[in-house]
């Protein structure tokens, strides 16, 4: 047997000191983490911008955590279960951020059965309080009890809407009370797109419902593969092939969606509103403009008259998906934007002084040294080196900016700073 096959294990490998592979050192004896930069380039690389992809703005989302006895597992710090509920609670957050007029629907997986935990709401509250309330992992894991909940939740979504199933799943195996490909089919013709997270490894089952539904499969090697999984996950979806080709041959039908924009009113005594199905008592409330029902918070839909309760603000939010913000390329060479070059000629005086100096006092002449290209973050005005720093520039205004900033205005902002309006 070779010894590649003996070493074929993580821990059957020779012991590796990353500090000689990870730290080095450039021409001017600076030493640069290698390890820090390739890791910001991947996070930039994954990032995809496509301009000319049709998606879904209006989402309904059911969200099923797999709370079986496989749960209980140490594998994951503390425990699985743990680490999906702390990876769910920063996923419904970033969901509803990103996307302000969909809805979403917590289940849960246990004893063979999947619960419905909440109702189909825009409220991230609701679906926080609950989610924290999960402690018991109990039984077996059932994926086709799982589809069938979702199909029956989702089937009756007007067809603008966009139905997706979200499975977290733990367990290796599925106990289903009949043949799970007649309700892949289902979930087919009911147009549910469903994606699965396995805690535990590639699983063929998991991976054949995600393909055969338009879903993506994906293996979390630990919980920060966790989180960005997921956070990958609230980006809406591009349609599928025959959705396009159906919506296409629809050319003289368009859905209009009907939308409520309800006043906000404080009152000086608290009266009932609804929060979700449920009802309360508040001072402050939203009030329908179709039917005048009092709900406590926006965007939700109306439990009187069903209409859509949003605001302005929230469809605004939502179009960056539609028109998103150029993906920024590294800068490669010296160039950059002209508010920077002051800070050069500032970096190359400073380091002029410093040989004319060192020369000056006897410690010997040598050739002069090229200075390294110093420029500034036009978001942050951080003070940026070309050959320790990963810059990245916009192609449409040619600003460079720093790592962080690419981040927070491609996932937050979603607009250029350095862009003309």
Same mark, same amino acid.
């Given at each position: ?44 690389? $994954?990032?995809?911008? +496509?301009?000319?992809? /049709?998606?879904? @703005? *209006?989402? !309904?989302?059911? %969200? ?90 989702? $089937?009756?979504?007007? +067809?603008?809407?966009? /139905?997706?199933? @979200? *499975?977290? !799943?733990?367990? %290796? ?90 006043? $906000? ?15 309360? %008592? ?140």
């Amino acid at each position: 047997m070779d010894d590649e096959h003996l070493s074929s294990y993580k821990w059957e490998e020779k012991v590796s000191n990353n500090w000689e592979n990870d730290i080095q050192e450039d021409e001017r004896g600076n030493i640069i983490n290698v390890k820090l930069q390739a890791m910001a380039r991947g996070q930039v690389q $994954r990032r995809t911008v +496509n301009e000319a992809v /049709r998606r879904g @703005l *209006i989402r !309904y989302l059911m %969200l099923a955590v797999d709370c079986s006895a496989s749960a209980a597992e140490k594998d994951y710090r503390p425990n699985r279960i743990m680490a999906m509920k702390v990876a769910c609670e920063r996923f419904i957050l970033h969901f509803f951020d990103q996307n302000p007029i969909s809805q979403l629907s917590l289940a849960q997986i246990q004893d063979s059965v999947a619960r419905k935990l909440t109702d189909m709401s825009g409220n991230p509250k609701t679906h926080l309080e609950r989610l924290r309330k999960i402690r018991v992992t109990k039984g077996l894991s059932s994926l086709q009890n799982t589809m069938k909940l979702a199909i029956l939740a989702l $089937r009756h979504v007007p +067809n603008y809407g966009h /139905r997706e199933l @979200l *499975i977290i !799943y733990s367990s %290796l195996s599925s106990t289903d009370p009949g043949s799970i490909e007649d309700t892949i089919q289902d979930a087919v013709e009911n147009k549910i797109r469903i994606s699965i997270v396995s805690l535990t490894a590639e699983i063929y089952v998991c991976k054949r419902i995600a393909h055969a539904t338009g879903g993506t499969f994906s293996v979390a090697m630990d919980s920060q593969h966790l989180a960005e999984i997921l956070r990958d996950l609230t980006t809406p979806s591009p349609q599928l092939q025959e959705e396009q080709e159906e919506r296409s041959m629809q050319t003289d039908f368009v859905y209009m969606v009907y939308m409520g924009f309800p006043r $906000r009113v404080v009152d000086s005594r608290a009266s009932y509103v609804f929060d979700g199905k449920a009802s309360k %008592l508040a001072c402050t409330s939203y009030v329908c403009p179709r039917c005048f029902t009092k709900t406590a918070d926006i965007p939700t839909q109306c439990n009187s008259c069903t209409l859509q309760l949003n605001s302005s603000s929230h469809i605004a939010r939502s179009f960056h998906h539609i028109f998103p913000v150029p993906q920024f390329v590294e800068v490669t060479d010296s160039s950059g934007s002209s508010a920077t070059l002051a800070i050069t000629e500032t970096a190359m005086e400073i380091s002029n002084s410093n040989n004319s100096s060192s020369s000056s006092i006897g410690i010997g002449s040598s050739a002069p040294q090229a200075s390294p290209v110093v420029q500034a973050c036009t978001g942050c005005s951080d003070v940026l080196v070309k050959d320790y720093d990963v810059l990245l520039k916009c192609p449409r205004c040619n600003n460079v900016f720093c790592v962080e900033c690419d981040h927070f205005i491609h996932d937050s902002l979603h607009n250029c700073p350095g862009c003309p309006a």
